[in-house]
């Protein structure tokens, strides 16, 4: 493999970042945490972009920003009410890690967001990438920030067909970066890498003839910048079939769980619902209910799908309708993670997306 400095050898540096830097300023779009350099809030703004397009963002970014405007603010605030904020966004860690993490700059760095690199490093959910952006767009240090987008560009502009998804080929590439960022302008330069790919080299039919930079492109002189990066085939999501049960009780209430503390959707809500085993007969919803002391009765028929697609899962909901006959052992119920809630209390609540279209379902024609 070849080294950085040899990636680099015949390469027009200076001439590249200098033509970047003017794409950028004549065409970066106004994006809301562009406006300003409080790290904090680039922090949270690239933490919701990861995996998340800048549209859907957004919104998200500025309800979030009013609610939280500070580092010690969401450090404050219960993670209920953070989850509630990002219902919707998914990747449900990202807010759970930031959440941990801000709580770690209040009590050790006084609420500011630190400013070398050991230090950010050691924030809980902050990696490579997130730390090179916090530094480089807040504090105009020259260190590199290597996301998919900036892979891509970096993988055409110096030909390299290294499997991206390999931890060797994101090292290489965060090498590359570090040799070419501009040591004047380090905040502009990688928000100008990210943004040429977003903008113009996209994943598929890259916008040559509007590049910037598209006279040091070796992919572009090649012709193969559609064949670029090489990225390796995921396994296709598993499919799982499941049991959603709406179990309302005699005074209107409905009942909702809270999910495990780790894994999968950790501490949202749902409504009560079980994996369906192929053969089987049993109501998994129903025994599930039972052990945990509620007797419930549950409509056979299902009234509603939900088809929800993860990175690497799907969910197949088959909705049903039911009502509570009492309990078997209180107790045992008051002990669980169930509860019954008012209609108007379950807004309140954040659930999966895949559960908020159960509540839809089952508030119709309640407004």
């Given amino acids: 493999m070849k080294t950085e400095t040899e990636e680099l050898k015949d390469w027009d540096v200076s001439g590249f970042?200098?033509?970047l830097l003017q794409w950028y300023q004549e065409n970066k779009r106004d994006l809301p945490w562009r406006r300003e350099r409080d790290p904090y809030r680039i922090w949270v703004s690239e933490i919701m972009l990861q995996q998340t397009k800048v549209d859907t963002v957004i919104p998200y970014y500025e309800n979030f920003m009013a609610l939280f405007p500070t580092a010690e603010a969401l450090a404050e605030a219960e993670e209920e009410t953070v989850l509630k904020a990002w219902e919707?966004?998914?990747?449900?860690?990202?807010?759970r890690n930031l959440h941990q993490a801000v709580k770690e700059v209040k009590e050790q760095y006084g609420g500011k967001v630190p400013d070398t690199k050991e230090e950010v490093h050691k924030l809980r959910g902050v990696g490579p990438y997130t730390a090179g952006a916090i530094l480089s767009i807040a504090y105009n240090k020259p260190e590199p920030a290597v996301d998919g987008n900036v892979m891509r560009v970096l993988s055409r502009l110096f030909l390299i067909g290294d499997d991206i998804t390999k931890s060797s080929a994101r090292k290489k590439f965060e090498a590359i970066a570090a040799a070419v960022i501009s040591k004047d302008n380090p905040s502009d330069f990688n928000q100008a890498l990210m943004e040429l790919g977003a903008m113009i080299c996209t994943p598929r039919s890259p916008a040559c003839l509007l590049c910037p930079v598209q006279q040091h492109c070796l992919?572009?002189?090649?012709?193969?910048?559609?064949?670029?990066?090489?990225?390796?085939?995921?396994?296709?999501p598993k499919m799982k079939k499941m049991k959603a049960a709406i179990i309302e009780d005699e005074e209107g209430r409905l009942l909702i769980e809270k999910r495990p503390e780790k894994g999968l959707l950790a501490n949202l809500w749902q409504f009560p619902n079980m994996e369906l085993e192929e053969g089987s007969s049993e109501d998994p919803v129903a025994e599930s209910l039972k052990k945990a002391g509620l007797r419930t009765e549950t409509e056979q028929a299902s009234c509603f799908e939900v088809r929800h697609v993860f990175s690497h899962l799907?969910?197949?909901?088959?909705?049903?309708?039911g009502k509570s006959m009492g309990f078997t052992n209180e107790q045992k119920f008051n002990e669980s993670r169930l509860k019954f809630v008012t209609k108007e209390e379950i807004r309140k609540y954040p659930f999966p997306v895949s559960h908020q279209k159960i509540i839809d379902y089952a508030l119709k024609g309640e407004a």
């Fill in 17 to 19: 970042g200098d033509d």
């Fill in 88 to 95: 919707g966004l998914g990747y449900y860690s990202r807010a």
């Fill in 219 to 236: 992919a572009r002189e090649e012709g193969v910048q559609e064949q670029l990066p090489v990225k390796a085939k995921k396994l296709p």
């Fill in 314 to 321: 799907i969910w197949e909901i088959d909705v049903h309708f």
